[in-house]
């Protein structure tokens, strides 16, 4: 059985920084990519950045230079440094992973963390 969970949301001002993390456990035997998406109320779900095993990163256009993602391989973690937050950053985060167990991959996803930015 593998979980991803999540810690680090909360409400900020706008200006302010939150790190998110995401821990990967269970029987884990590698983990290929690793993500953060997000979810605004009547909005679909979008792809926020991700960061392959190799550690190349991509990022939606409107968080470019103010998020960043990075991966600790050793604790099966993912992070989301998020500075210079805005109103609109306001989601449920949601951290998903491509975990290979035993003789398959399967991808994941987190149960979510609130992250609320204030004016």
């Known amino acids: 059985q593998v979980q991803l969970v999540e810690s680090g949301g909360g409400l900020v001002q706008a200006g302010g920084s939150l790190r998110l993390s995401c821990a990967a456990s269970g029987s884990i035997l590698s983990i290929n990519n690793m993500g953060w998406y997000r979810q605004a109320p009547g909005k679909q779900r979008e792809l926020v950045a991700s960061?392959?095993?190799?550690?190349?990163?991509d990022y939606v256009d409107s968080v470019k230079g103010r998020f960043t993602i990075s991966r600790d391989n050793a604790k099966n973690t993912v992070y989301l440094q998020m500075d210079a937050l805005k109103p609109e950053d306001t989601a449920v985060y949601y951290c998903?992973?491509?975990?290979?167990?035993?003789?398959?991959?399967?991808?994941?996803w987190g149960q979510g963390t609130q992250v609320t930015v204030s004016s």
């Open positions: 998903n992973a491509d975990i290979r167990s035993y003789s398959r991959s399967i991808n994941y």
């Open positions: 960061v392959t095993s190799s550690g190349r990163t």
